[in-house]
């Protein structure tokens, strides 16, 4: 009995595995959303992993009054679970505006590739410096300039799709 | 119990921007009153942590939350070390928020509307350059009221973050600034910041996670996430455990640091920001994460060789990557942000050294970088406005235009690039010496290294200084002959870049302060002893007993 109160739930570790594995899969897609849901895995997979450390459940977490050898779960765990559930519910509705107001803007809510990457790709296959110097012919354009051109490169996956895309001004 | 001791000044560096922060929000169509708010709480915070400064030279000042003691409770720590940081970053702060003031960015998006400063007329202005101003167009324009409160948050999570006693606490006061920092990072909700919001935000997001699961296994390898007791008890747990635990932390604050390979997001989603925005986020945020790696490295896991070598050789790797990265970008702002990467390293290599001599050096580092990274990111903040952009290639001959922005932008970047006597230099030179002093064969790789990568950062600030302020402009559209600078913009820049200069003249006391605590925090004891002043042998079954009886008031 004693030693079965310290030792947690397998089925609770699986289910932090799980939780871990399927969180990181979904957190390397590209899709804003299926970042957060890939996001919401992992939040509730760490809880759970903290709501294991706090020991077997069962018990209760706040005794009043009873007898000293009345069995008692960790109410430090479940506090703090409690914060990082707020935490993580504040956060999700972050993501989920943000990813709405990608949505509004470029009509799709992938993560797009980063300018300074596509822009070195594509000095490296023209093989021209990366920059220009005070004593060279022409200056290049600058990465302002790139990005107002960058911007849609991921494209609505399906053009059928009965969504307008979105140019740049949201219009 | 007596309100006016010392431990009344510990709370408010949190509490004041905090509460104000919930002031600021609620009136938030007066926006004078918002004004005076944010500066007051600031100045508070400023004061309160210049009093901590004082008083934590005689030891830390501990705090126990809500009446209860220590082991049991939540706690607030200022030792030497918190409470330098703290004044830094308030000082810091405060600063970048009379330049914001000044710069109207709570009134607008300063690429659309250089000029105006009132909403209204902003609105008007927009209209007027885009007949059919479509919904973005206004957005760029609205989040007046965001602004301050969204500051006084980042403010508040900052203070909440170096003053945790608890991991957990420390957890919570990230969470708070990073919140904080992804509304700041995607205001107005441009197309741009959005793009550089989404990689900011679920790279933090994900540092977040694997700081929370590493604190869940603190807890389940100790009992307790009190910093004072696990600096009593995680010398006794299982080796290997403790190893896991502690690169399980160091990678979730190296994420937040941005330690190569780790700093990849960095450079990309800084410069879209606002100035002001970019230059806390430049001078702050990161180090937040290196004052956390300093924390758990000193206090938590004193001495462990083999992850101080991967350290090391990390650190390295920081420092050359970064400073190559930015040698060969063409817009300040990126150069910027790849010598804030770059100069990570120093302090890196200051922590993976786990002597007392350098991590002294470290921590003076981390105050010399605070404040000059910050003032170099709002005189491009300046050039910007002056000059409509910030690329190099654009950029030339700003040294006639403005003679004033060209001595703002030479000496913090003489003094990032550590040229003698300004304090980087003094901070290399510590961190060389204990370097030197270390003897091994990385550690003088490392010296080189640092000695290489402070000549390249002279080459790369020289080379911005020459191309945008010293040579003709190679564009052909000149740039303007006059643009307005607000006197309160320059002020504040000026007075950064002054702290920056005089961090040299008190140098010698602000390094023993960092010597005093780097010791507080490597001897062993006088941080335990603060934290549990009755001196009892914590870790045993009796404490554990008592951290499971009532533990109702933590977080």
């Known amino acids: 009995m004693i030693v079965l109160d310290t030792v947690p739930s397998g089925a609770l570790l699986l289910a932090v595995g799980v939780l871990f594995g399927a969180g990181v899969y979904l957190l390397l897609e590209r899709s804003l959303t299926r970042v957060l849901l890939g996001f919401v895995l992992l939040g509730n997979g760490a809880n759970l992993a903290i709501l294991v450390a706090g020991g077997r459940a069962g018990a209760p977490p706040i005794t009043h009054s009873g007898p000293e050898t009345e069995p008692m779960s960790d109410p430090l765990a479940q506090a703090m679970i409690l914060t990082s559930i707020v935490i993580t519910l504040a956060l999700v509705a972050f993501v989920l505006a943000m990813a709405y107001r990608s949505w509004q803007l470029h009509g799709h809510d992938e993560v797009q590739d980063d300018l300074e990457d596509t822009r070195i790709a594509r000095l490296a296959v023209a093989d021209v410096p990366s920059y220009a110097d005070s004593d060279s012919e022409e200056s290049g354009s600058t990465l302002a300039e790139e990005a107002a051109t960058a911007r849609d490169e991921v494209a609505l996956p399906d053009p059928s799709v009965d969504l307008p895309t979105r140019g740049r001004d949201g219009s | 119990m007596n309100l006016w001791t010392i431990q009344t000044l510990v709370p408010l560096p949190v509490l004041v921007p905090l509460f104000a922060a919930g002031l600021a929000l609620a009136l938030h169509r007066y926006e004078r009153v918002q004004r005076i708010i944010s500066v007051v709480a600031l100045s508070v915070a400023v004061a309160a942590a210049a009093g901590l400064v004082v008083a934590a030279n005689d030891g830390p000042v501990v705090v126990d939350l809500g009446g209860w003691a220590a082991p049991v409770g939540v706690n607030l720590v200022a030792d030497p070390l918190a409470a330098i940081m703290l004044l830094v970053s308030s000082i810091m702060l405060l600063c970048v928020l009379l330049y914001s003031m000044a710069q109207g960015i709570a009134d607008s998006n300063e690429r659309t509307a250089p000029t105006t400063k009132n909403a209204k007329l902003l609105r008007e202005a927009l209209e007027a350059q885009d007949p059919d101003a479509d919904e973005s167009g206004r957005r760029d324009a609205l989040p007046v009221a965001i602004f301050h409160p969204t500051y006084l948050i980042l403010a508040a999570g900052v203070a909440d973050a170096f003053l945790a006693g608890d991991l957990f606490n ?110 806390v986020f430049a001078g702050l945020l990161t180090k937040v994460g290196v004052y956390a790696i300093l924390r758990t ?39 910027l942000s790849f010598t804030l990467v770059s100069h990570i390293g120093y302090m890196i290599f200051g922590v993976a050294l786990a002597t007392q001599a350098s991590t002294a050096a470290a921590i003076f580092y981390v105050v010399h970088h605070i404040t000059v990274q910050t003032a170099l990111f709002l005189v491009v903040g300046l050039i910007e406005r002056r000059s409509g952009t910030t690329s190099l290639d654009r950029l030339g001959g700003l040294a006639r235009l403005a003679p004033g922005l060209a001595i703002l932008f030479f000496v913090p970047a003489m003094n990032l690039a550590g040229i003698p006597p300004l304090s980087g230099f003094l901070g290399k030179v510590g961190l060389l010496e204990a370097g030197v002093f270390d003897g091994s064969a990385l550690a003088w790789v490392l010296v080189a290294g640092s000695v290489v990568t402070s000549l390249l950062t002279l080459y790369a600030v020289i080379r911005a200084w020459n191309k945008a302020f010293w040579q003709a402009s190679t564009d052909k559209e000149p740039l303007p002959e006059q643009a307005p600078l607000p006197w309160g913009m320059v002020g504040p820049t000026a007075a950064l870049v002054a702290v920056g200069v005089s961090l040299t003249v008190v140098a010698g006391p602000l390094y023993d302060y960092a010597e005093r605590a780097a010791a507080t925090v490597m001897d062993g004891h006088t941080y335990i002893e603060a934290v549990f002043p009755d001196g009892a042998p914590r870790g045993t079954g009796e404490s554990n007993d008592v951290t499971d009886e009532a533990q109702e008031d933590q977080p």
């Open chain 2, 170 to 279: 420390l957890y919570v006061g990230f969470e708070i600034l990073l919140a904080a920092s992804y509304v700041l990072l995607t205001l107005g909700g441009t197309s741009e910041r959005i793009r550089a919001g989404s990689v900011y935000v679920v790279v933090a997001l994900l540092s977040s996670i694997v700081f929370l699961l590493a604190v869940g296994l603190v807890y389940a390898a100790t009992g307790t996430v009190n910093m004072a007791q696990l600096a009593e008890r995680l010398p006794d747990i299982d080796p290997g455990v403790r190893l896991g635990i502690q690169a399980l932390l160091l990678l979730a604050f190296g994420i937040k640091a941005a330690i190569f390979p780790l700093s990849a997001w960095l450079p990309d989603s800084y410069p879209t920001a606002p100035a002001p925005v970019t230059a």
């Open chain 2, 297 to 335: 490295q000193t206090l938590l896991f004193p001495s462990n060789e083999k992850l101080e070598a991967v350290l090391l050789v990390l650190a390295l790797a920081t420092m050359l990557v970064g400073i190559l990265g930015a040698v060969a970008q063409d817009d300040v702002k990126r150069l």
